[in-house]
């Protein structure tokens, strides 16, 4: 099960930090990632982050300013998004993968959608 959180309004070039809670199983070897949908397109990925090696993935659209991460102590993965552009205004979901790529393609599980407004 994967809990998203930290949606919210934020002013074209701020920051904002999206967290997701997994629990119900151990995420060795896995991927975690996140994804973002708006009314006129369909669901994209935005990045993913390998759960052992911490390795990072991004869509060219977010990379530079959108910073993924995890903390496996604490199962949870983040997306740290710096000078946002009205154009990243989404639902942004989590994921989760058995392989990196399963969670580009076909995450393995979903976590609830969070809102995030760009005002410009």
């Known amino acids: 099960q994967l809990q998203a959180s930290g949606g919210g309004l934020v002013q074209a070039g701020g920051s904002l930090r999206l967290s997701c809670a997994a629990s119900g199983r151990t995420f060795t070897n896995w991927a975690m990632g996140w994804f973002r949908q708006t009314p006129e397109k369909e669901r994209e990925f935005v990045a993913s982050?390998?759960?052992?090696?911490?390795?990072?993935y991004y869509a060219d659209s977010v990379k530079g300013r959108f910073t993924i991460s995890r903390d496996t102590a604490k199962n949870m993965h983040y997306l740290q998004m710096e000078r946002v552009e009205p154009a990243d205004t989404a639902v942004y979901y989590c994921a989760a993968g058995r392989t990196v790529d399963l969670v580009r393609r076909s995450p393995n599980a979903w976590g609830q959608g969070t809102q995030v407004t760009v005002s410009s």
């Open positions: 982050i390998t759960w052992n090696l911490g390795t990072t």
